[in-house]
């Protein structure tokens, strides 16, 4: 969906919460990113065995927390009492995983704004798309409705969550859910048909790998009226040739390197 709107959300985002400086996809990340000054993250949502969407990147328990096996072979419940930070470290032991809606309850009573990362396990692609998109409408119903012109319309957008996905059927879900959520497609490399899959899918955003952006797919996917997101971005000198392309925003692993105000020193 091209719209030429300006960027409206902060332009560095915390990954995962907070980087590689604390267990990913926890509250305690999110704190974490919320103490080193950080109003703007992103996480991943998936759903559990009774569909509830609890906050995950793997579709495996393994590497991130006490337990094993499929996520989607546990409830929520039942993932809540595994230990999601000791792997990280002992700062972080016993840090539970999240349900989404305590995630999205806490960064909004701390005015954090959020990049929700739909990431289905393999098979659940759609359902996962429609219940992350209905718990985000839920938790934003007070910004969707009714619908404000003008300027409160666009105060109430720089407060609502940005659903991204690599995922086409999950935004195609999503969009379904809760159309006045913003979307974002997740691409590893941007294919040459980007224009038409964003127009299809109703994006408003693009969102890349940093790596295989150039300076001249920056400037057609501004041209074209879209917002462009990159990931994940590690180093302050290609955080700063990015912004000078045009990119609008990205996020960042290195908290300490690339901080919650990057942007505001300059893209020189």
Sequence with gaps: MSHFLPWPWPRVLAHRGG????????????????????????????????????????????????GRGPVPAWRASDLARLDAGAWHSARFAGEPVPQLADAIA?????????????????????????????DCARAYADLLAPKAPGTAQEQALARLPLLSSFERDALVAARAAAPGLPRGYLLDAVPENWMQELAALGCMALH??????????????????????????????????????????????RLDLIGADFAGRGTA
Excluded at 36 to 56: K, T, Y
Excluded at 109 to 122: M, Q, S, T, Y
């Design 19 to 66: 980087g590689t400086l604390a267990p990913e996809n926890t509250l305690g990340a999110i704190r974490f990113g919320y103490e080193q000054g950080f109003r703007a993250i992103e996480f991943d949502a998936m759903l559990a065995a009774d569909s509830v969407a609890v906050l995950m990147h793997d579709p495996t328990l393994e590497r991130t927390t006490s």
């Design 106 to 134: 806490w960064c909004r009573a701390h005015d954090v704004w959020l990049n929700v990362e739909i990431k289905p396990a393999p098979g659940f692609e759609s359902v996962t798309g429609a219940r992350v998109a209905e």
């Design 208 to 253: 890349t790998n940093h790596r295989y952006l150039t300076r001249a797919l920056a400037r057609a996917i501004k041209d074209a009226g879209y917002w462009l997101f990159c990931y994940t971005v590690d180093e302050p000198a290609r955080a700063r040739q990015l912004f000078d392309w045009g990119v609008d925003a990205l996020c960042t692993d």
